[in-house]
């Protein structure tokens, strides 16, 4: 969940809306407080709590490719739904839009003091694709969520912030290419920037 300002924006919602639910409790956080949900693309894995937390205030962002029958089962439920290209969502925060891939998928970018982060859900257009349209937003300072098979760590070289999570496939290597720039993340992980 990305919080900024009296705004909390959730990012996917994983695969069990009872673990969803029971983190959100966790951290003291009612359904009703979530404003905007975006989610990464259509896979069961980030958007299978999607029921759980849907309310007629909600603004949902789902990718283009999102199916015409799930866009409007989910508008019965949820205030609104939209699917666009890039888009600011809220003050310093932004969405990708769909990114073309075998796999469409779209990111958050969260622009902080230092530069612009990449949240990712797994990344299948390429992890270098989501920095490179970060660039249009910022200099890119950091990335953080699965990167699923990406391998092309050079386009790492002048993140300062790298946290792989979910499905990274290379993490460990990430890990010892970038020991300074590398940061655990996991479920439940407080992140402030």
């Given amino acids: 969940m990305v919080e900024t300002g009296k705004r909390k924006i959730m990012f996917d919602t994983g695969w069990d809306g009872k673990v969803l639910l ?25 958007l299978g709590g999607l029921t759980h937390i849907l309310h007629p205030d909600v603004t949902l962002y789902v990718s283009n490719s999102f199916s015409r029958e799930l866009k409007n089962e989910i508008e019965q439920r949820a205030g609104k739904v939209e699917a666009t290209g890039p888009k600011n969502i809220a003050h310093d925060v ?9 796999i469409k998928e779209q990111a958050i970018l969260l622009k902080i003091n230092q530069g612009i982060v990449v949240v990712t859900g797994c990344a299948h257009p390429g992890l270098e694709n989501f920095i490179d349209a970060a660039k249009d937003f910022g200099e ?5 969520g699965g ?14 912030m790298i946290m792989p ?8 290597e990430i890990k010892t290419i970038f020991p300074e720039q590398y940061m655990e ?7 402030e920037m």
């Fill in 22 to 46: 029971h983190n959100m409790y966790k951290f003291r956080v009612m359904k009703e407080d979530i404003d905007t949900i975006v989610i990464s693309h259509d896979h069961w894995d980030h």
């Fill in 94 to 102: 932004y969405i990708t839009g769909e990114m073309r891939g075998k």
């Fill in 140 to 144: 890119p300072y950091g990335v953080f």
């Fill in 147 to 160: 990167f699923h098979k990406f391998n092309n760590f050079e386009c790492l070289n002048d993140i300062s």
């Fill in 165 to 172: 999570c979910h499905c990274t496939r290379y993490k460990a």
């Fill in 185 to 191: 993340c996991k479920a439940g992980c407080i992140i």
